[in-house]
C-alpha cells in the first residue's frame, strides 16, 4: 500500500496536513504545488489497495482525477472548503466538505482530530484570513494574545509563500516547507527555534508588501477597488496576501488584485467584503479559469482583452 498526501501549497493546505500526519504518522508520497496549482490530483498514480488523503483543492477542479482513482480501486479522505460541485457517490470516498464563508480545511481537520493539534488549525485559519474563527478557537485552546498575535503572523507568513508563478518564486518549496514544520508539535516552537527559516518568511513578507503598498488602485468606487500589479515575482508573491490586507482595512468594499502575466494577461485574486463574505466564486466561475469560495476567489488566466468585462461584473456583484 502506498499513501499520497495532496494539499494546498498555502498555509490552509500545509496546516491541514500537519495536523494529519502529527497525529497519524505515515510515510507518505507528497503532491503539492504553489497556491494556483490546483488540479493536483492529474498528478496521482495510486492503484487499488492505496490511499490518497485530499487537502484543500476544489473538489470540482478534480473531479476527472477523483473518478479515475476511484475507479482504479483507490481509497480517498478528502476534506476542503472551496465549491466541491457534485460529490460523487463510492464507498471507497469518505469526504468532509463545509463550504461555509467562516470555516477552512485546518479548522474542518481540527474537527476531526478533536482538536488534538488546535494550534496549527490557528495558523492554518489566519492563513485564509479567518480571523475571527481563528481567534476563536485559540481562545478555546488557551493561548494568549501575545500567542494569538505570533500565530497569526505565522499564518500569514506561511500563507505568502505559496504565492508565484512557479516554485522557483517561493522562499521554500511548499512540500519542503510542510517537512519543515512536521516535527513542532506547537507552531511556537518553530517560531522560537527556527530563527533563520522564520526570519526569511518574515523578512520576505515584509519587503514585498512594502513594494505593493506603494501602489494606488486603478479603479475605486464606494463598494469595490481593483489594484494592478506589475509583471514581477514579488507581486506574484503577494497577490493573495495583498487582498487579505485591503479586505481588512476596508471590510465593506471589494477587492481585486490584478497581476500582469509575461504573456500580457492576468492572474486576478478577489476578496468578498468581510462584513459581507459571499459572492468571490460565484464572480469568478464567470471566467473559464475562475473558481475559489464565497469569501476568497481567483482567475488563473483572464485574458487582458477581458479586462473591462471582469470590472463591470466586479462592480455588479457588490453595488
Not at 522560537?192 to 522564520?198: A, D
Not at 471566467?287 to 468585462?309: K, Y
Request: contains cysteine; charged residues 20%; proline residues 4%.
Amino acid at each position: 500500500m502506498t499513501y499520497y498526501d495532496v494539499f494546498n501549497g498555502d498555509a490552509d493546505g500545509i496546516c491541514s496536513l500537519l495536523q494529519l500526519r502529527q497525529v497519524n504518522p505515515v510515510d507518505s508520497v507528497l503532491v503539492t504545488g504553489v497556491k494556483r496549482d490546483i488540479a493536483l490530483l492529474d498528478q496521482v498514480t495510486a492503484g487499488s489497495g492505496d490511499q490518497v488523503t485530499v487537502l484543500d483543492i476544489s473538489m470540482e477542479k478534480n473531479l476527472d482525477g477523483l473518478n479515475r482513482l476511484l475507479g482504479n480501486g483507490v481509497q480517498v479522505f478528502y476534506v476542503d472548503h472551496h465549491f466541491a460541485g457534485s460529490v460523487p457517490e463510492s464507498r471507497q470516498l469518505t469526504t468532509i466538505i463545509n463550504e461555509a464563508p467562516d470555516i477552512c480545511t485546518s479548522l474542518l481537520v481540527n474537527q476531526h482530530l478533536q482538536g488534538a493539534c488546535a494550534s496549527w488549525a490557528v495558523v492554518g485559519a489566519f492563513g485564509d484570513n479567518l480571523k475571527n474563527s481563528a481567534r476563536s478557537l485559540a481562545r478555546k485552546s488557551g493561548l494568549s494574545a501575545d500567542e494569538t498575535r505570533k500565530l497569526e503572523e505565522l499564518g500569514i507568513y506561511i500563507n505568502y509563500n505559496g504565492y508565484g508563478s512557479s516554485l522557483e518564486e517561493l522562499h521554500f518549496k511548499p512540500d519542503d516547507l510542510y517537512r519543515i514544520l512536521l516535527p513542532y508539535d506547537h507552531p511556537l516552537s518553530f517560531i522560537h527555534e527556527s530563527s533563520k527559516e522564520f526570519a526569511l518568511l518574515r523578512d520576505g513578507y515584509s519587503n514585498d508588501m512594502d513594494a505593493a503598498w506603494l501602489l494606488q488602485p486603478e479603479y475605486t468606487t464606494e463598494s469595490c477597488a481593483v489594484y494592478i500589479l506589475p509583471d514581477a515575482p514579488w507581486a506574484r508573491r503577494v497577490g493573495g496576501v495583498f487582498g487579505n490586507d485591503l479586505a481588512n482595512q476596508s471590510p465593506d468594499r471589494a477587492h481585486a488584485v490584478v497581476t500582469e502575466k509575461a504573456d500580457g494577461h492576468y492572474q486576478v485574486s478577489v476578496r468578498a467584503p468581510l462584513n459581507r463574505k459571499s459572492g468571490a466564486a460565484d464572480l469568478c466561475r464567470q471566467f473559464v479559469t475562475g473558481g475559489g469560495r464565497a469569501a476568497a476567489a481567483g482567475i488563473n488566466h483572464l485574458p487582458a482583452a477581458s479586462l473591462e468585462q471582469f470590472v463591470s461584473k466586479l462592480v455588479e456583484q457588490y453595488l
